[in-house]
């Protein structure tokens, strides 16, 4: 529809009409000329009612409140009201007269002062304001497909207004974010009704831009709503490099070459003795193509998200330059520059996955190859040109001594980062198995990466790349959830409900975001794997430092059930003062301990100490790396709850454990186990008891009980078991006359019974190298209070009473 401009002149005021309204019967009376434009075109007088409706709403009771107030005070009012005329839209000024007293007759003056727009026209002036408006705007449906997008919002897109409509608002993503993010976004926007912030998105050409955007959630009457988003993109407004307003929130300051020299020379003047200035110039190229402006926003915006504060600055469109005051540790010099390499490169926040940015970078460290900031500049310049080639990341330093030590790590990190982009990333399994009986009772996930490389290296070094550049989380979070995947898998290959899995999980301390374990938790519990079953590895590191926060999350997943470990034992604080502050469940001692152990080492004697100080704190030991059977006899022997190590497997993956049909025991190995240590049913049984024929009188039986003192009696035939006789099913089946007053003849026949007309037939029949805790099971599941222990060609060997069993069972409690 087209707006008539005149629409928007002031009409010409009417001039003041006399009104006056009967208050006995509610008539309106004015000019015929008005009555007519308030619609009623035929009538000369109107009711109360029919003038009101002419008014909106919020006016009448303003309208009616005013006449009433005039009466009761006697002193006129004036009002101005909207009223709908003509289809128009009126400001009336209305005067009402204080009336006579007793007169029931209102009466005062209107007058129309300026008429607006119909409905429709301003409908249609707010539509060309949203399509002139400079912010980009759109309005998407409850479905988020667009209905409605201004000219702004198409120039900032580079799509035509057809091109868009109807289409969904994803259309626009960048690719930079996960789904989950942007699932968050909307669920954000739903529950708080809005959301600002800055967005990366994508024009129709391919080409990322940043932008500050703004969506709105406007419900409508019944159950739908729509979305307004308005946006404005970063890149092409001056004020995103407004020197004079470095706070604001949304902005980036970036001083230029002149300004970063400055700042660098100021802090150089200050520098104390103990640290030095590193100063890296760097090149940043997206594989996307992008705006230098946008460039140097997404440059600014992972900069300043640094732990390690640094000082940014613009050398040219491509070239920017930053530097750190650090101390004066190799250490500390790698690490700040790898950390922003790594930043820069954008892969550190989950959103950002996916944006492969490359930084060549050269650093100059003060005091190492240059005294003083200028040179440093033109040393860092110089490493960066000579060396900024290839698609992969690099930092070359002036010195080349630092280059050499600098690059393996920084090739293993690209790699690395390569295979976590790609998901490459695996989980192997380790078992660990129980003493005595060597059996499994979980596995351990450890993570596999293969890199493209020749260069050899270990999965301990990658994972300690992997903290350095807080990839870790990623890495825990896939292993986890493969091994959560993976579990029931292998409790079914071996047949065993009660395997167990044991994770690790770093604990990075200089973490921006501390909520790792809640993490770590949320992926639990999404999984409907029985938490009982799981173990969580920490070292002795994270358990100790920041230990306050930690210890929190550590509580909420015991309570879960979660059982914690303490890895690596002896490598780290290795106090035994600390174990007792920390209630783990279980220890792990490091291989540095268990290698080549002998019986007169240190290693052995603190490996006992450390065995008997957890079983009295209720833990559990485990000792990693066992390779040799003198390890495994020495181990068994100190006690170790569990073994974990070559002698019984390498990781493997779980297609390897699968194809080989491997029991969940080792029998080749239980030979090599401290024999004293086992428990089982050769440990437990008596090899003398009291036997008895099946053709024995009950006579004989009787006087066996007595002289055994024993209340069963072991029937033998030919060195086999043929049944139990319990001393009570003998008393009830002698005469109970017998050695009384009263005894007789036939009460003395009784005890001429036979015992196989008497005994038990269905004992409990067991082999001589059942395990206690199978035993144990037996005991509580039948009610009889004997097992026979046989060979294998079922000759007896021993007898196991329910005495036998819980002076056993006391035995064991007071040693853990
Ligand atoms: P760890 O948790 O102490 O794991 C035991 C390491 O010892 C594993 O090395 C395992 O392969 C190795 N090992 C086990 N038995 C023997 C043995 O008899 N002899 C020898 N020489 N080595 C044995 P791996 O898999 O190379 O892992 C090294 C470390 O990397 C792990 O030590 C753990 O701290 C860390 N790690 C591995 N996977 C992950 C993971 O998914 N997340 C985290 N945060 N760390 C992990
Ligand atoms: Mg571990
Ligand atoms: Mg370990």
Redesign the pocket.
Known sequence: MVVDESSFQKVKDFAPQAWSIDLQNNNFTCPQQLIAMLGYPSQSVITLSQLFAAFEKNQVSLLKKHIRQVIDTGKPIIQTAILNAYQHRYIAEIVINPLPKNDKVITGTIELKQYFLTKQQELAFLKRIFAQSNEGLMIADINHTILIVNKAWCNNTGYQEHELLGQPASILKSGRYTQSFYQKLWSHVDEQKIWTGELLAKTKQGEVYAHEARIQRIDLPGQDHVYVSSSHRLDTSADLWDEDNPNASSKVHVPDKNAFSKKLNADYKQLSNDVTIVTLVFSVNLAQATSAVTRQWLVAQRFSQLSQRGHLGILNEKMFAAYWIVPKQMEDIEHTLKSALAALEGHNSYEDIGLSATVHGGASVLQIDASSPSQMLAHASQALIANSQGNDSSLYYFDRRLSKRFNRKATLATLLRQALTANKIEAYYQPIVALPELKIVKF?ALCRVKLDTNIPYSVQELIEIAEEYNWIDQIDAAVTKQALHDLPILQKHYRSNSLGM?I?RSVVNDRVSHCCLEDTLNIFEASDIDLGLITL?LTESAYFDDSYYHSEWLDKLKARNIAIAL?DFGTGYSSFSYLRQIPVNVV?IDRSFVSGLTEESNEYAMIDMLCKLTHKMGGKVIAEGVETQQELYLLSKLNADMLQGYIFSKPRSLADILATTQDNIYPHLSQHVYQENIINAHSIMRRDFPKIGPDDKLKTAVERFKKYQSRDLIVIEKSRCLGVLHQGDVNAAISPYLNTKGEQNRDLLTLNKRVHQVMHKSHIKVAINTTYEHLFEQFVNQPYTVAIVEGDSGICLGLITLEDMLLQHEHIANKH
């Open positions: 351990e044991s690790n590895e890895d792990k």
